[in-house]
């Protein structure tokens, strides 16, 4: 049809998107015409910032790669992951969810370590850290056999895919539920870590003069066949970005109870206090069990890198 005004221009491509077969397509793509066009006419976009967005979605493109995917982090970065994520978990979003992020950490393979066992595997600096985790279904019955995979920062701040001096696969480890559906392991207390800024995310950031760091968190991934994968994160709630998540991923459900013990026998011989315990139950939703596509691959070489740490303005 030929177009007759800024108005009819709304009207010519949704007449044409009618001719879609899938009607999930059409429906999809009728919604994003809609509020992309109405999105221009509320802000008055003008043909310089039209340039402006083409060029940013190119660079998010140009940013990616096998080990950094920049997409990822700017859809965090507008809450949008978190917002499909509570979409589609926890009674379609009705009730509260075990369920979290992913993030661009997870690797496949992590070593297997019997309960009980630590995840410490080179010497990382930081406080002791004791913890129990419970997997239960809908019932409250004990997931039992599950594959549990969990990984975190350094109190460095770095994973040790990003960091040469951590040994391969340091805080990262795979723990079999046992018949009371629980995990036990010693680790270190993790601590916050900013997020890459070298590319049009950090652009973004700085523009809104918003901070890049994610609050200290533990990364949790289980899977049993018949129960949908839980991917998950427990934060700390002693740090001091858990209300401003670069990423939006605290929700008041994931905040952990990390107890710090000054005194009192440790749970090992070695341990001096501070230490930190941390319990926790997760709730799996009956479903598919399917591991999602890792990632990340591989480990950085070389030097250890430096990530800058935006500060978020007043
Ligand atoms: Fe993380």
């Given at each position: 049809m030929i177009v007759e005004n800024q108005q009819h221009v709304t009207t010519a491509v949704l007449a044409e998107l009618e001719r879609a077969k899938s009607p999930r397509l059409k429906e999809i793509m009728m919604a994003l015409v809609r509020h992309l066009h109405a999105f221009a006419r509320e802000v008055k976009l003008t043909e310089q910032e039209f340039q402006s967005a083409v060029a940013y979605i190119v660079a998010l493109g140009k940013h990616t790669n096998e080990s950094h995917n920049e997409a990822v982090l700017m859809s965090g970065s507008l809450g949008f992951s978190t917002l499909v994520c509570l979409l589609n978990n926890g009674n379609n979003g009705q009730t509260e969810t075990s369920q979290n992020l992913l993030g661009?950490?997870?690797?496949?393979?992590?070593?297997?370590?019997?309960?009980?066992?630590?995840?410490?595997?080179?010497?990382?600096?930081?406080?002791?850290?004791?913890?129990?985790?419970?997997?239960?279904?809908?019932?409250g019955k004990p997931v039992v056999g599950a594959e549990v995979d969990v990984w975190q920062s350094s109190t460095e701040g770095y994973y040790e895919n990003q960091d040469p001096v951590q040994a391969d696969m340091n805080l990262r480890g795979k723990f079999i539920t046992d018949d009371k559906g629980h995990i036990a392991f010693r680790s270190v207390k993790p601590a916050g870590y900013p997020v890459p800024v070298d590319g049009p995310v950090g652009d973004m950031l700085r523009a809104l003069g918003r901070h890049n760091m994610r609050p200290a968190h533990l990364h949790f991934l289980a899977a049993k066949e018949g129960f949908k994968t839980l991917v998950s994160q427990v934060y700390a709630p002693d740090d001091q970005h858990l209300e401003t998540?670069?990423?939006?991923?605290?929700?008041?459900?994931?905040?952990?109870?990390?107890?710090?013990?000054?005194?009192?026998?440790?749970?090992?011989?070695?341990?001096?206090?501070?230490?930190?315990?941390?319990?926790?139950?997760?709730?799996?939703?009956?479903?598919?069990?399917?591991?999602?596509?890792?990632?990340?691959?591989?480990?950085?070489?070389?030097?250890r890198p430096q990530i800058e740490r935006l500060t978020a303005s007043a």
């Open positions: 661009p950490f997870w690797r496949m393979h992590s070593p297997t370590t019997p309960n009980g066992g630590s995840i410490v595997r080179s010497p990382t600096p930081g406080p002791a850290l004791f913890v129990d985790a419970w997997f239960k279904d809908a019932a998540d670069v990423q939006f991923g605290v929700t008041r459900h994931l905040i952990g109870d990390f107890v710090r013990h000054d005194s009192g026998p440790a749970p090992a011989a070695d341990v001096t206090a501070p230490w930190y315990s941390l319990a926790y139950t997760f709730v799996m939703e009956s479903g598919r069990s399917q591991l999602p596509r890792p990632p990340i691959t591989d480990k950085a070489r070389g030097e």
